[in-house]
C-alpha cells in the first residue's frame, strides 16, 4: 500500500503494541515507516536512514525523546528532520518544552488519527 | 495511588467493559470476517489482554503504558471502522462504543490540552445502555481532569446531564446559577476543599436539599466520616466501581425528587396559609385564622349550619351627619369609630362579617363555636358601647361630632362558610336569623343594646335586662320579643 517514492517516517516507540497499531495505519494511509524502539536506536535510524519526519514519543527507556530531541537539534546532519512530539500527558508545559526543544509539532496519546495525519502532512514536503 | 493513575485505572477499567460486547460479537458463529479484519481484532484482543495484566501489575509505569495500549485499542477499533471493507454489521455497534469509550475530549479540542485549563462543559449523551434511571443533572466537582472526564462519560452514557468544575470555588458558582440534582465532591482539592464545599453548600437553604456524594481516597476514612456528619448523603472510595457510582447516582437523584417534591408541597401550604391571614386576618381573631388552617378544608367552598349571636350595630343619623363634613373628616371619624369597635370585636373572638359604612355585622359563633359565644357577644356590645364615651371625648377634642351607636344582638341558625364562586369567595352568614337582627337593630335606641329572646336564653351572667318588649316588622311572619341589656351596676 505504502508509495515506494512516498517519504520515510521514522516512529519512535516502545510500546510495541501501540507501534504495531500505528505502523499498521499509517502505512495504510500510504506511509512508509520505520521503526525504533528508543532514543539511541532512533539517532542511529535518523543518521542511517534520513528520514523525512521523526514521530518521537518523548517517554522513551534508555534515551527519552527530550534529551534525543535536543542531540538531534545540535548535529548538523540530522537537525533538519522535522520532529513530532508524542506525549502522554496533554500538559500545557509539555507542550511548550517540547517546541522550545526543537520539535515541530506536538500530538498526544492516545493519539487522533486524523489529526496527526494533519500535522505530518504539514511537516512532509509536497 | 496517585490521582492520575486512578483516573487511568478507571478509564482502563472502562475500555475493558467496552471491548467485552465486542467479544462476545466475534464469538458468534454467524460473524463471518476476511483475514485483514481477523488481524486487526486479533491485535485489538491482544492490547485489551494487555490492559487487563498491566491493572493488576506493579509496572513501573502504569500509567504511561496504560495510555499507550488505550491508544492502540482505539486505533485499531478506529482502524476496523474505517478501512475493512464488507465489515459484518454485528461489529459496528460494539466497535464504535470502543472508540466511544477510548476517546478523550483532548482529542477534538485543538489546541491539545484538554480540559487542565477552566473549562466547564456541559456533556449531554442520550442512553445508549437503555438502563432504568430517572435522567438528572450532575455536577462533578473533582481537580482532575481525566477524573471529570471519566465521570461526564460514565453517567453520559446513562443520560444523565454532566456539569463539571475544578475547584471548590467554581463548584460554589455553578450551584447559584444551575439547577443541580447531585453533586460528586472530590474531597481533597486545592483551595475549597470538599467538606469545605459541604459546608456551605450545608449553611444554604437554597443548596441544603441537593444530595451531596463525596469521593476520596481509601487513606481518607476519617474526613469522609467527618463530612457524613456534617451532612453529606454517601460516598465513593477512588477508583469506583462504574455500577456502584451509577447506582449512588440513582439513589440521589431519587432522593432529590423527593426532597423537591416536598418542598413544592411545603410552598403550596405556605402560600395558602398567606392567603387565608391576608383575606382573614383583618377581621378574625388569631385563633380562629389559626382555627381554619389547621382543618384542610378551610378554604372549601360551601358551609354548615350553626347557632351563632349575631351582632349588628351603626351609628344613629351618620348619613345626615356626614353630609355636613369634607370626605377626609368622615374617613377620620369612621376610622376611629371602626378601629376602636373591630379591635373590641376581635378581643371578644367575634367575627367581623362585614363593615357597611358605618355599620358594623360581626357573628359569635363560627367559624369556631364555644359555649360562651352569646355571653362574650353581650359583653362585647357592652363594652363596645362603653367605648364610645372615649371615642366622643376624642371627636370633641378635634372638633368632630358626637356619635351614637345602637347595637343588636340576636341568636339563631345561619349557613356559615365560603360562600361565592372559585374566584371570589368570602367567609360568611346567610338565614333567617340575620334578617331578625337586622329587624332588632332598626329599633334599637341610640346608645342602647337590644337582645332578642333567644340570646337572652342562652346568657348566664347577670345583666341589667330591660322589659319584654315586641317589635313587628316588615319581612317578619311573627312579633319578635326583645330586651334592652346594659351592664349591672
Same mark, same amino acid.
Given at each position: 500500500?505504502?508509495?515506494?517514492?512516498?517519504?520515510?517516517?521514522?516512529?519512535?516507540?516502545?510500546?510495541?503494541?501501540?507501534?504495531?497499531?500505528?505502523?499498521?495505519?499509517?502505512?495504510?494511509?500510504?506511509?512508509?515507516?520505520? !521503526?525504533?524502539?528508543?532514543?539511541?536506536?532512533?539517532?542511529?535510524?535518523?543518521?542511517?536512514?534520513?528520514?523525512?519526519?521523526?514521530?518521537?514519543?518523548?517517554?522513551?527507556?534508555?534515551?527519552?525523546?527530550?534529551?534525543?530531541?535536543?542531540?538531534?537539534?545540535?548535529?548538523?546532519?540530522?537537525?533538519?528532520?522535522?520532529?513530532?512530539?508524542?506525549?502522554?500527558?496533554?500538559?500545557?508545559?509539555?507542550?511548550?518544552?517540547?517546541?522550545?526543544?526543537? !520539535?515541530?509539532?506536538?500530538?498526544?496519546?492516545?493519539?487522533?488519527?486524523?489529526?496527526?495525519?494533519?500535522?505530518?502532512?504539514?511537516?512532509?514536503?509536497? | 495511588?496517585?490521582?492520575?493513575?486512578?483516573?487511568?485505572?478507571?478509564?482502563?477499567?472502562?475500555?475493558?467493559?467496552?471491548?467485552?460486547?465486542?467479544?462476545?460479537?466475534?464469538?458468534?458463529?454467524?460473524?463471518?470476517?476476511?483475514?485483514?479484519? &481477523?488481524?486487526?481484532?486479533?491485535?485489538? /484482543?491482544?492490547? %485489551?489482554?494487555?490492559?487487563?495484566?498491566?491493572?493488576?501489575?506493579?509496572?513501573?509505569?502504569?500509567?504511561?503504558?496504560? #495510555?499507550?495500549? $488505550?491508544?492502540?485499542?482505539?486505533?485499531?477499533?478506529?482502524?476496523?471502522?474505517?478501512?475493512?471493507?464488507?465489515?459484518?454489521?454485528?461489529?459496528?455497534?460494539?466497535?464504535?462504543?470502543?472508540?466511544?469509550?477510548?476517546?478523550?475530549?483532548?482529542?477534538?479540542?485543538?489546541?491539545?490540552?484538554?480540559?487542565?485549563?477552566?473549562?466547564?462543559?456541559?456533556?449531554?449523551?442520550?442512553?445508549?445502555?437503555?438502563?432504568?434511571?430517572?435522567?438528572?443533572? $450532575?455536577?462533578?466537582?473533582?481537580?482532575?481532569?481525566?477524573? &471529570?472526564? +471519566?465521570?461526564?462519560?460514565?453517567? *453520559?452514557?446513562?443520560?444523565?446531564? @454532566?456539569?463539571?468544575?475544578?475547584?471548590?470555588?467554581?463548584?460554589?458558582?455553578?450551584?447559584?446559577?444551575? *439547577?443541580?440534582?447531585?453533586?460528586?465532591?472530590?474531597?481533597?482539592?486545592?483551595?475549597?476543599?470538599?467538606?469545605?464545599? +459541604?459546608?456551605?453548600?450545608?449553611? %444554604?437553604?437554597?443548596?441544603?436539599?441537593?444530595?451531596? $456524594?463525596?469521593?476520596?481516597?481509601?487513606?481518607?476514612?476519617?474526613?469522609?466520616?467527618?463530612? $457524613?456528619?456534617?451532612?453529606?448523603?454517601?460516598?465513593?472510595?477512588?477508583?469506583?466501581?462504574?455500577?456502584?457510582?451509577?447506582?449512588?447516582?440513582?439513589?440521589?437523584?431519587?432522593?432529590?425528587?423527593?426532597?423537591?417534591?416536598?418542598?413544592?408541597?411545603?410552598?403550596?401550604?405556605?402560600?395558602?396559609?398567606?392567603?387565608?391571614?391576608?383575606?382573614?386576618?383583618?377581621?378574625?381573631?388569631?385563633?380562629?385564622? %389559626?382555627?381554619?388552617?389547621?382543618?384542610?378544608?378551610?378554604?372549601?367552598?360551601?358551609?354548615?349550619?350553626?347557632?351563632?349571636?349575631? #351582632?349588628?350595630?351603626?351609628?344613629?343619623?351618620?348619613?345626615? +351627619?356626614?353630609?355636613?363634613?369634607?370626605?377626609?373628616? @368622615?374617613?377620620?371619624?369612621?376610622?376611629?369609630?371602626?378601629?376602636?369597635?373591630?379591635?373590641?370585636? +376581635?378581643?371578644?373572638?367575634?367575627?367581623?362579617?362585614? /363593615?357597611?359604612?358605618?355599620?358594623?355585622?360581626?357573628?359569635?359563633?363560627?367559624?369556631?363555636?364555644?359555649?360562651?359565644?352569646?355571653?362574650?357577644?353581650?359583653?362585647?356590645?357592652?363594652?363596645?358601647?362603653?367605648?364610645?364615651?372615649?371615642?366622643?371625648?376624642?371627636? #370633641?377634642?378635634?372638633?368632630?361630632?358626637?356619635?351614637?351607636?345602637?347595637?343588636?344582638?340576636?341568636?339563631?341558625?345561619?349557613?356559615?362558610?365560603?360562600?361565592?364562586?372559585?374566584? &371570589?369567595?368570602?367567609?360568611?352568614?346567610?338565614?333567617?336569623? #340575620?334578617?331578625?337582627?337586622?329587624?332588632?337593630?332598626?329599633?334599637?335606641?341610640?346608645?342602647?343594646?337590644?337582645?332578642?329572646?333567644?340570646?337572652?336564653?342562652?346568657?348566664?351572667?347577670?345583666?341589667?335586662?330591660?322589659?319584654?318588649?315586641?317589635?313587628?316588622?316588615?319581612?317578619?311572619?311573627?312579633?319578635?320579643?326583645?330586651?334592652?341589656?346594659?351592664?349591672?351596676?
Amino acid at each position: 500500500m505504502a508509495d515506494a517514492s512516498a517519504p520515510t517516517i521514522l516512529l519512535v516507540e516502545d510500546n510495541e503494541i501501540n507501534r504495531d497499531m500505528l505502523v499498521r495505519r499509517l502505512t495504510r494511509a500510504g506511509h512508509h515507516v520505520i !521503526c525504533a524502539g528508543d532514543g539511541e536506536e532512533a539517532l542511529a535510524k535518523m543518521h542511517a536512514q534520513m528520514p523525512a519526519l521523526v514521530l518521537l514519543d518523548m517517554n522513551l527507556p534508555v534515551k527519552d525523546g527530550w534529551t534525543t530531541c535536543r542531540e538531534a537539534r545540535a548535529n548538523e546532519h540530522i537537525q533538519h528532520i522535522k520532529i513530532i512530539a508524542l506525549t502522554a500527558h496533554a500538559m500545557d508545559t509539555d507542550r511548550e518544552a517540547a517546541l522550545a526543544m526543537g !520539535c515541530d509539532d506536538y500530538a498526544t496519546k492516545p493519539i487522533d488519527f486524523p489529526s496527526l495525519l494533519g500535522k505530518i502532512a504539514e511537516c512532509l514536503p509536497e | 495511588m496517585s490521582k492520575p493513575e486512578q483516573a487511568i485505572t478507571a478509564w482502563s477499567q472502562l475500555v475493558i467493559d467496552s471491548v467485552a460486547p465486542l467479544q462476545a460479537a466475534v464469538a458468534r458463529p454467524s460473524v463471518t470476517m476476511d483475514d485483514a479484519t &481477523r488481524n486487526d481484532l486479533n491485535a485489538l /484482543f491482544v492490547a %485489551n489482554d494487555r490492559l487487563v495484566a498491566l491493572l493488576t501489575s506493579d509496572a513501573p509505569h502504569k500509567q504511561h503504558d496504560a #495510555m499507550n495500549i $488505550i491508544g492502540a485499542i482505539k486505533g485499531y477499533a478506529e482502524m476496523l471502522l474505517d478501512e475493512s471493507d464488507g465489515l459484518h454489521k454485528a461489529l459496528a455497534k460494539p466497535l464504535a462504543a470502543i472508540v466511544s469509550a477510548t476517546t478523550t475530549p483532548a482529542n477534538s479540542i485543538e489546541p491539545p490540552d484538554i480540559g487542565l485549563k477552566a473549562t466547564t462543559s456541559v456533556t449531554t449523551v442520550q442512553s445508549r445502555t437503555g438502563k432504568h434511571c430517572e435522567p438528572g443533572v $450532575i455536577l462533578a466537582v473533582d481537580d482532575m481532569a481525566e477524573n &471529570r472526564e +471519566l465521570v461526564s462519560r460514565q453517567l *453520559g452514557k446513562l443520560g444523565h446531564t @454532566v456539569i463539571t468544575a475544578e475547584s471548590g470555588e467554581e463548584a460554589l458558582e455553578l450551584l447559584d446559577t444551575q *439547577g443541580v440534582d447531585v453533586v460528586l465532591l472530590d474531597l481533597m482539592m486545592p483551595g475549597i476543599g470538599g467538606a469545605e464545599v +459541604l459546608t456551605h453548600m450545608k449553611e %444554604n437553604e437554597h443548596l441544603r436539599s441537593i444530595p451531596v $456524594i463525596m469521593i476520596s481516597g481509601r487513606q481518607d476514612m476519617d474526613q469522609i466520616v467527618a463530612c $457524613i456528619q456534617a451532612g453529606a448523603d454517601d460516598y465513593l472510595l477512588k477508583p469506583f466501581n462504574p455500577v456502584l457510582l451509577q447506582a449512588r447516582i440513582a439513589a440521589g437523584i431519587e432522593r432529590k425528587r423527593w426532597l423537591d417534591r416536598e418542598e413544592r408541597y411545603r410552598d403550596q401550604l405556605e402560600r395558602s396559609e398567606r392567603f387565608i391571614r391576608a383575606t382573614f386576618g383583618r377581621y378574625l381573631s388569631d385563633d380562629i385564622v %389559626n382555627d381554619i388552617l389547621e382543618r384542610p378544608e378551610g378554604l372549601e367552598l360551601g358551609g354548615d349550619l350553626r347557632e351563632v349571636t349575631i #351582632m349588628m350595630s351603626d351609628i344613629r343619623g351618620f348619613t345626615t +351627619l356626614s353630609e355636613h363634613l369634607p370626605p377626609q373628616r @368622615v374617613v377620620q371619624l369612621l376610622n376611629r369609630y371602626l378601629g376602636r369597635m373591630t379591635d373590641i370585636i +376581635l378581643d371578644y373572638r367575634g367575627t367581623i362579617d362585614e /363593615f357597611l359604612g358605618d355599620a358594623v355585622l360581626a357573628v359569635f359563633g363560627a367559624p369556631r363555636s364555644d359555649k360562651d359565644d352569646t355571653e362574650r357577644a353581650v359583653q362585647c356590645a357592652i363594652a363596645m358601647q362603653r367605648a364610645m364615651d372615649e371615642i366622643n371625648t376624642q371627636n #370633641m377634642a378635634d372638633e368632630l361630632p358626637e356619635l351614637r351607636m345602637a347595637i343588636a344582638l340576636n341568636t339563631g341558625t345561619v349557613v356559615a362558610g365560603n360562600i361565592g364562586s372559585e374566584r &371570589r369567595a368570602k367567609y360568611g352568614f346567610v338565614g333567617h336569623a #340575620m334578617n331578625v337582627t337586622s329587624r332588632i337593630e332598626d329599633k334599637a335606641e341610640p346608645g342602647s343594646i337590644l337582645i332578642s329572646e333567644s340570646t337572652l336564653e342562652k346568657l348566664s351572667g347577670s345583666y341589667r335586662v330591660g322589659d319584654r318588649q315586641e317589635i313587628s316588622a316588615k319581612g317578619l311572619e311573627e312579633n319578635v320579643v326583645v330586651y334592652t341589656i346594659g351592664e349591672q351596676h
